[in-house]
């Protein structure tokens, strides 16, 4: 018997429990409720009003308003400025620098008289001459009267300024009034026409 009332009395005890979690349960799920109906009542006591409509000319006026005095301004997308590759350098031709003749040298004037040419048809070719050598009227050479052997001439026509160069192999002229005399290679350097007599400028070169 006394296991009997003691089975009861718990049984009690937790039959009081669950309801006591019923109830706690149900209040929160009625509190739920209430507010729910308390948002909808505010809803309907401030109806959504709807908003009156714009006019597009209106809207369209004040956009373009706005827009000419700076207020809105449309983004310009700049293109990037694409580099460009500089001309390559044509080459010049460079010209070439002009030959400048070399002055011609200056030569002390050791005499200017009459020249005259020998050895065409007058019996000296072939023979030997004063200072030993054989002479031949087709190799430029010149005779002087006092100039030692080997010295080297300029005789220059001074007329037409044609020069030749020649070396001291003979004595004379013995004619006066002529200071050389020329082979004929010689003189016709200076005279291709015949043989003849020339005013010349005889120039001392070497000894």
Not at 89 to 108: L, N
Not at 137 to 151: F, S
Request: charged residues 15%; negative net charge.
């Amino acid at each position: 018997m006394p296991t009997i009332g003691l089975g009861r009395h718990t049984a009690a005890v937790g039959l009081l429990f669950a309801g006591s979690i019923a109830l706690i349960g149900a209040q929160q799920v009625l509190g739920s409720v209430a507010d729910a109906q308390t948002t909808v009542a505010i809803v309907d006591a401030h109806a959504l009003q709807r908003l009156p409509d714009l006019d597009a000319h209106a809207v369209s006026g004040q956009i373009n308003a706005a827009v000419s005095i700076g207020q809105f301004e449309e983004l310009a997308i700049k293109p990037t400025p694409v580099p460009t590759k500089a001309p390559t350098p044509v080459p010049t031709a460079v010209a070439a620098p002009t030959a400048v003749p070399a002055p011609a040298p200056e030569f002390a004037l050791f005499q200017s008289g009459i020249a005259s040419t020998y050895g065409e048809g007058d019996g000296f070719e072939g023979n030997r001459t004063a200072c030993g050598q054989i002479f031949h009227t087709n190799i430029v050479q010149v005779a002087h009267k006092t100039l030692p052997c080997g010295t080297m001439l300029r005789i220059e026509d001074t007329d037409t300024g044609m020069a030749v160069e020649a070396e001291v192999t003979d004595r004379g002229p013995y004619i006066p009034g002529r200071i050389v005399d020329l082979s004929w290679a010689a003189f016709e350097q200076l005279d291709p026409t015949g043989p003849g007599l020339l005013h010349v400028n005889v120039y001392l070169l070497a000894e």
